[in-house]
């Protein structure tokens, strides 16, 4: 099957009893049981739901996987992830990544003794040096965000593969229509549901596919262990918003390009990031990795002030201020002070995050209507 035809039937038969072609919302948090220990393959709600499991097969066929576990929110899945390593273990990671898996890293695991490496993974020698005997997991974010870096998938899950450590790709950024990191060898890929899979800026969800059984049973285990489980309501909306994710992916791609080629003609604009620019640092890699280039892009302003930024950002009437992205509306976020303010300024500013950078999530409105709204906002900056 193709990727919209997965998209829209994966995983979802018709309601034996009624008919109903949607997946009913199962809101119940617990199954009768025929006798102790015979049931229908649902116990309690914490481990399974069926709204969950038709959601869990969709997402499973879209990253060509043979396992997927849905989250409370993507956080739940990072969390879910590292929580497969014990202390004194050590993780490679990009430099450049979301500031919440960044705090989570440095605030909360750090604290039980896990070990983290921030590399710019564009420097496969600087990488190669963090490893050691104690090197459990390299963890890519690619594109990162939000500085659009693109990540060798191949490269780093070859090298995971060498030192038999685990590869994790976070693969919110490109969504599964875009770049599928288990074909690519990654033992575990996970999303922030809550942005392009969802679509909707409606829910807040998290998910992670692999092809490993022992894995899978491994983060199950953990899952139904601590709880960061999403409920029905919510599995119903984001398995309603994937029966579009294929045709939402082509108007952001082709809203994204627009954008990324309007905001570098522009006098006042000064750098954009955007993997689909033949002088992109690695736009060969993302030719070979993802389908087309998306529809997140940040910039900065010549001016390269805070002010201008700030006044841009607050004159854009199509595009809302707002954190989050993937959404069908558009959206500009400022990272200094918005996703990433917690990271220190003398890291970020390492990986070119600085106070003037605007990030802008393309949505699927109008292209005209998105281009003359960016238009008018940059003619009111200096
Ligand atoms: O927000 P949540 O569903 O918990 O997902 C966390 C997360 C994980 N990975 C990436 C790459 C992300 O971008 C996010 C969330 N990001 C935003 C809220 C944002 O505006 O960047």
Redesign the pocket.
């Known amino acids: 099957m193709k990727f919209g035809t997965k998209a829209i039937h994966a995983g979802q038969e018709p309601d034996p009893t009624t008919g109903a072609i949607m997946t009913p919302i199962y809101q119940t948090s617990t199954y009768v049981q025929e006798a102790p220990a015979k049931h229908k393959g649902y116990a309690y709600a914490r481990g399974k739901n069926p709204t969950r499991t038709a959601l869990e097969s969709c997402l499973a066929a879209l990253e060509n996987a043979d396992h997927c576990l849905c989250f409370s ?4 899945a ?1 969390d879910t992830i590292i929580k497969l390593l014990s202390p004194g273990d050590e993780v490679i990671a990009t430099d450049d ?2 500031g ?2 960044y705090r989570l890293f440095t605030k909360v695991f750090e604290k039980m003794g896990i070990r983290f490496h921030f590399v710019d993974m564009h420097d496969f020698a600087a990488v190669e040096a963090c490893v050691n005997d104690k090197t459990r997991m390299i963890w890519i ?1 690619t594109p990162t ?2 500085m659009m870096k693109i990540i060798d998938i191949a490269h780093y899950t070859a090298m995971a593969n060498r030192l038999g450590i685990w590869s994790v790709v ?1 693969n ?2 490109a969504s599964p229509y875009l770049q599928n990191p288990l074909d690519m060898g990654a033992d575990i890929v996970m999303h ?4 392009y899979l969802g679509g909707h800026s409606d829910v ?3 998910a992670l596919m692999t092809n490993s059984k022992e894995l899978y049973d491994q983060l199950a285990f953990i899952t139904n262990s601590c709880g960061p489980v999403p409920g029905p309501q919510d599995s119903f909306l984001v398995l309603r918003g994937l029966k579009t994710l294929h045709l939402r992916m082509k108007a952001h791609c082709e809203n994204g390009r627009a954008v990324a080629e309007f905001l570098r003609a522009h006098p006042k604009v000064g750098k954009v990031y955007w993997p689909g620019f033949p002088d992109h640092p690695n736009h060969e890699v993302a030719k070979r990795q993802m389908r087309d280039f998306g529809g997140m892009i940040s910039f900065t302003l010549k001016s390269d002030s805070f002010d201008d930024a700030s006044e841009l950002a607050q004159s854009l009437r199509v595009f809302s201020l707002a ?3 993937g959404g069908v509306e558009s959206l500009v ?1 400022h990272p200094a002070s ?2 990433h303010a917690s990271i220190p300024r003398e890291e970020r500013i390492k990986t070119g995050l600085v106070d003037s950078l605007l990030r802008l999530s393309v949505g699927v409105e109008d292209m005209e209507d998105i281009i003359e709204d960016l238009r008018q906002a940059l003619e009111k900056v200096k």
């Not at 929110?73 to 739940?76: A, L, N, V, Y």
């Not at 922030?192 to 942005?195: I, W």
């Open positions: 929110s993507g956080m739940g990072v990544l979301y919440g898996t974010e965000n939000p976070d919110t950024f922030s549901a809550t942005k807040v969800m998290g954190e989050s992205l976020g918005m996703t």
